[in-house]
């Protein structure tokens, strides 16, 4: 009993903890923090992270901008991805969802993007930044030139500006290859701040090896211009003056946006192979607020249809199961906010069957324990034979569910069915609780109930529905 007190305590303290993170109130910034994982921004823990469907936003489909017969590097769209992701959580987007369709595509779910275009731009550029030496050409911020790295980057812009994909910038040297002297790989971070002006501008540190090779360059070039180019537009041409070593700033007439922007490119590194959109696709939230009242709703009754069932049926053990079905709900939407879970209506749905399978698995237990209180078992007996002899049938159901789990999201995953894979997903978080829950939370405080005077109570055939 010591050691069941011992549990007792360890899940009143979990309980406690998510029912705090699972309420819609104010949570301290430490703990948003510590809860973002490798992100730099705090995770809003006040509210779940609603889907396109629930919340509305751009759906952006991207396609590798290669020739069809032309073989992509193993991994290439692999690492595009994990690329895209992080660019796009760099810029606040409140937990996008990026996946592969197929082997060239992905497809980008940004729920309540305020600035769609920038966010697609951000995305889909290549990021292929260059330090440039201008030679005895004056160069400023917007020019289109071709670079020893982009040698077709004037054509590339050309094309883009005649198909209305961007806007005009000027040409002032077509054919003019420009030599790179340093590649973005020189850089460590990037970071967009304002200076003593209020002027935004991007401070960066360089690598081990970049220091020096910058180093190098800028005391050689002093006086002279160093172009910073980005996909061959000249983002800023500052003159040098001084000897950079270790770190350093790019100026210009940035705007918070694309200061922000530029840096997550520079930060996050260039993409290996080029993406084009081919599809976007903005959503209304209007009918998402309906579909979120409505799946609140259908949740709530069925809930509360739930916990009558159990405690019409088996009395005061449904009554302890109840609880344990609470203490399920309320973990699980914990976890939902610290994974965190998109929620969509399928997501939704499958979080109502879990809960549906939570009380599956105390109907076997309970059901199991009459039949040993009918079999003149002691209480204490039919007690734990309920539990140990329910559980292998409660184990194999779960470990089927949650196999079918594994298929779907690999379904969803492979072609690109996110609404499969939130599906998937919650159904496999629902499960994996519910076997905690309901073995070892209601377990427990039917132990705890026992040894705090109520074996009389649960002696009495009326209150325990046999």
């Known amino acids: 009993m010591r050691h069941n007190n011992a549990v007792l305590a360890g899940i009143i ?11 819609p109130v104010d949570h301290p910034t430490w703990l948003e923090k510590a809860v973002a994982w490798n992100s730099d921004v705090p995770r809003d823990l006040k509210n779940l992270t609603l889907g396109l469907d629930l919340k509305g936003g751009t759906q952006v489909l ?21 690329i895209v992701e992080r660019r796009v959580n760099g810029l606040g987007v409140t937990e996008p969802n990026v996946q592969l369709q197929g082997d060239r595509r992905i497809i980008v779910e940004l729920p309540g993007i305020k600035n769609p275009d920038r966010a697609i731009e951000t995305i889909r550029s290549t990021g292929q930044l260059e330090f440039v030496d201008p030679g005895d050409a004056v160069l400023q911020s917007g020019m289109i030139i071709n670079t020893t790295n982009r040698p077709n980057a004037v054509a590339e812009a050309q094309k883009a500006m005649e198909e209305g994909l961007m806007e005009e910038r000027p040409i002032p040297y077509p054919d003019r290859v420009f030599e790179t002297a340093m590649t973005g790989d020189i850089l460590r971070n990037a970071v967009a701040t304002q200076d003593q002006y209020g002027q935004w501008q991007i401070n960066f540190e360089l690598t081990s090896d970049g220091t020096d090779q910058f180093y190098e360059y800028t005391k050689e070039h002093i006086g002279d211009q160093l172009a910073i180019v980005l996909d061959g537009e000249v983002l800023s041409a500052p003159r040098i003056n001084a000897a950079i070593r270790g770190s350093g700033q790019i100026t210009g007439d940035f705007t918070k946006e694309e200061a922000e922007s530029l840096a997550i490119q520079m930060r996050y590194g260039a993409l290996p192979v080029p993406l084009k959109v081919i599809d976007v696709r903005t959503i209304g939230a209007s009918l998402g607020q309906d579909s979120v009242q409505q799946s609140l709703r259908a949740g709530i009754i069925g809930l509360v249809m739930v916990l009558v069932f159990m405690l019409i049926l088996y009395r005061l053990p449904g009554f302890l199961a109840d609880i344990a079905l609470i203490f399920y709900v309320t973990l699980n939407v914990t976890v939902f906010k610290l994974i965190p879970v998109v929620l969509t209506l399928p997501g939704i749905a499958g979080f109502l069957l879990s809960i549906g399978m939570a009380v599956d698995a105390n109907i076997l237990i309970f059901e199991r324990m009459k039949e040993e209180l009918r079999a003149g078992r002691s209480l204490r007996l039919a007690v734990e034979s309920g539990f140990s002899r329910a559980w292998p049938a409660i184990r194999d159901g779960n470990l089927s569910t949650l196999i079918s789990c594994a298929v779907l999201y690999w379904f969803g995953n492979s072609f690109g069915a996110s609404v499969v894979k939130g599906f998937a997903v919650t159904l496999a978080i629902g499960v994996t609780l519910s076997m905690f829950t309901a073995v070892y939370a209601t377990r427990t405080l039917m132990r705890a109930f026992l040894s705090t005077g109520g074996q009389r109570l649960l002696e009495s055939r009326r209150l325990m529905g046999y």
């Open 13 to 23: 303290l979990l309980f406690l903890f998510s029912l705090y993170v699972a309420l």
């Open 62 to 82: 991207l396609e590798a901008d290669v020739p069809p017969d032309q073989t992509l590097d193993a991994g290439a769209m692999s690492t595009a991805k994990l």
